[in-house]
């Protein structure tokens, strides 16, 4: 179990006093649920549950389809990168103190356990030298293929949090279920296990649905670039290709949540993956430069092209598309995301 150092807690103390306290729990919902649907990043939710309930740190991960033993984490309030990656992995899979707040159906706090938890490896190991003492795990079950959530919290007071209040955040696992559905379905559905998936809310902070920020080989200015394009263009969805500092290439495609109002926030996925058609970098500037009606003395201008290399490169793309026309590439651009970042943006 992690820890949580409810009993000094002035809202929430001694006697807990329902009609007093019941806004909070009401705000803490909306809060959550406003993070679901993207409007307040999932890290700030967490935060705003965490600090209100005068915890130290928390983190909440769901599990892996592929491999149910691990989770991926979703948000990450305070606790050091060694004991994220340890109540994401083995904790999960081999704790007993998991396995009780898993059976227990309610928020589990470390005094509910059967046994010593501070004798287990997680106390023992990681959560005792960071100097947390109290904590509560709340396995929370959620619609999305079945896969299971995991709230923990960890502070450094000893007084475990009152049964009122340990109900009241059993009451939120619904909330915060929400937090941990599927980003976008047709983003999850292509979903590699290699390749990464990010949230980028509308004050540009990221949250990370799968791969952390070291598996990135792009600056992750080129993430919030797409997410800003797709929110000022509102357009529902973009795709793009781009390049990193080893000349490989990234596919990113991003989605945004409700009907592309642009008002909330941007899904990316990014993978490794080749234009269609083995598409030059070149070539890909002058079919965006063509999706967006350039005509080719244009494009000559914008690229600092002669017009008969212009005219070579859309020869290649004709032959490598294998269409017979201009409509035919931008349809074929269209259907496959086949845009230069930085073109596409210009055109915004």
């Not at 909440?60 to 109540?87: C, E, F, G, K, W």
């Not at 995301?337 to 930085?342: E, N, P």
Request: charged share 20%; glycine share 8%.
């Amino acid at each position: 179990m992690t820890g949580d150092h409810r009993g000094s807690l002035p809202l929430l103390a001694g006697p807990w006093n329902l009609g007093g306290r019941l806004d909070w729990w009401r705000q803490t919902a909306k809060v959550l649920q406003a993070a679901a649907r993207g409007d307040e990043s999932r890290e700030s939710a967490v935060r705003h549950l965490s600090t209100g309930l005068r915890f130290d740190a928390a983190l909440l991960t769901v599990s892996d389809p592929a491999d149910p033993s691990r989770h991926r984490i979703v948000a990450n309030t305070d606790y050091p990168a060694p004991v994220v990656q340890y109540l994401a992995s083995d904790y999960v899979a081999a704790c007993p103190g998991f396995a009780f707040a898993r059976d227990a159906m309610v928020a589990a706090r470390v005094c509910d356990t059967p046994f010593d938890f501070r004798q287990t490896r997680t106390f023992v190991e990681h959560l005792g030298p960071q100097g947390f003492n109290e904590g509560v795990t709340l396995v929370v079950e959620t619609p999305w293929q079945g896969s299971t959530g995991m709230l923990a919290m960890s502070s450094t007071s000893r007084d475990p949090m009152d049964e009122t209040t340990r109900l009241g955040l059993t009451l939120l696992a619904s909330d915060l279920a929400g937090l941990l559905a599927a980003p976008v379905p047709e983003v999850a559905d292509e979903c590699g296990p290699d390749d990464l998936v990010l949230e980028v809310d509308p004050h540009g902070r990221l949250t990370w649905h799968q791969g952390q920020p070291a598996n990135c080989e792009l600056p992750l200015e080129a993430v919030l670039s797409l997410a800003r394009h797709v929110r000022v263009s509102r357009r529902r969805r973009v795709s793009t290709f781009q390049k990193d500092s080893a000349n490989g290439w990234w596919r990113l495609r991003a989605v945004a949540r409700g009907a592309g109002s642009g008002l909330g926030s941007v899904v990316v996925h990014l993978s490794r993956r080749e234009p269609t058609g083995g598409l030059t970098a070149r070539e890909l500037e002058v079919l965006t430069l063509v999706t967006q009606g350039m005509t080719n003395n244009e494009i000559a201008e914008e690229l600092h092209l002669s017009l008969r290399t212009v005219k070579a490169h859309l020869e290649a793309l004709l032959l490598k598309l294998g269409q017979s026309s201009r409509a035919g590439l931008v349809r074929v651009a269209v259907e496959e995301g086949l845009h230069s970042a930085a073109h596409l943006y210009r055109g915004r």
